[in-house]
T-cell receptor, first 114, second 115 residues
Framework: GAGVSQSPRYKVAKRGQDVALRCDPI?????LFWYQQALGQGPEFLTYFQNEAQLDKSGLPSDRFFAERPEGSVSTLKIQRTQQEDSAVYLC????????????FGPGTRLTVL | AQSVTQPDIHITVSEGASLELRCNYSYGATPYLFWYVQSPGQGLQLLLK??????LVQGIKGFEAEFKRSQSSFNLRKPSVHWSDAAEYFC?????????????FGKGTHLIIQP
């Protein structure tokens, strides 16, 4: 079956623009995670959904970052008024249940803020 | 708070030679440990995981890792590397009951394979 997909794969934004990044998890996966991976670093946790409920958003770096998963499937990560420090690869992962099982990662969206 | 240390930023290994990538972590009580591999332009792929039981775990692509609680380590090994193993390797941990939902990753080790 299809894996986790993300779109767009690449996004260039001017500083101050708003961007929206999409994640399509594996069908039937309950849990969905967003991570931010800066150049040369490991991924860092941003937020977590169980179905449509956002249970943990402790990793979101500022109130400019907002994530939603209204129907418990597709998720969107929105960044308002982008800044240069937002440049990173944004990874989405899904897992079958809310347990510490395998998270399946998408290819990521590379965001470059000019 | 959980943390993961991968002390080697880069490692160069000759094709056919053995490999060991180091990972140390800080944890509370019950860590779940993972190794992921990331190739350029690809998503993270799980190599292996440790939850409990036998401390030597086998993974895909001929990799294995050993959990040593006394040393807080979870080193990744492979007896003979192939050129296709060149990639970025990440160790990750999540603590059962630790209140965090996402994985905590190390900064990664870049593996270079020389002919």
């Amino acid at each position: 079956g299809a894996g986790v997909s993300q779109s767009p794969r690449y996004k260039v934004a001017k500083r101050g623009q708003d961007v929206a990044l999409r994640c399509d998890p594996i069908s039937g996966h309950v849990s969905l995670f967003w991570y931010q991976q800066a150049l040369g670093q490991g991924p860092e946790f941003l937020t977590y959904f169980q179905n449509e409920a956002q249970l943990d958003k402790s990793g979101l770096p500022s109130d400019r970052f907002f994530a939603e998963r209204p129907e418990g499937s597709v998720s969107t990560l929105k960044i308002q008024r982008t800044q240069q420090e937002d440049s990173a690869v944004y990874l989405c992962a899904s897992s079958l249940e809310r347990d510490y099982n395998e998270q399946f990662f998408g290819p990521g969206t590379r965001l470059t803020v000019l | 708070a959980q943390s993961v240390t991968q002390p080697d930023i880069h490692i160069t290994v000759s094709e056919g030679a053995s490999l060991e990538l180091r990972c140390n972590y800080s944890y509370g009580a019950t860590p779940y440990l993972f190794w992921y591999v990331q190739s350029p332009g690809q998503g993270l792929q799980l190599l292996l995981k440790y939850f409990s039981g036998d401390t030597l775990v086998q993974g895909i692509k001929g990799f294995e890792a050993e959990f040593k609680r006394s040393q807080s380590s979870f080193n990744l090994r492979k007896p003979s590397v192939h050129w296709s193993d060149a990639a970025e390797y990440f160790c990750a941990v999540v603590e059962l009951g630790g209140g965090a939902d996402g994985l905590t990753f190390g900064k990664g080790t870049h593996l270079i394979i020389q002919p």
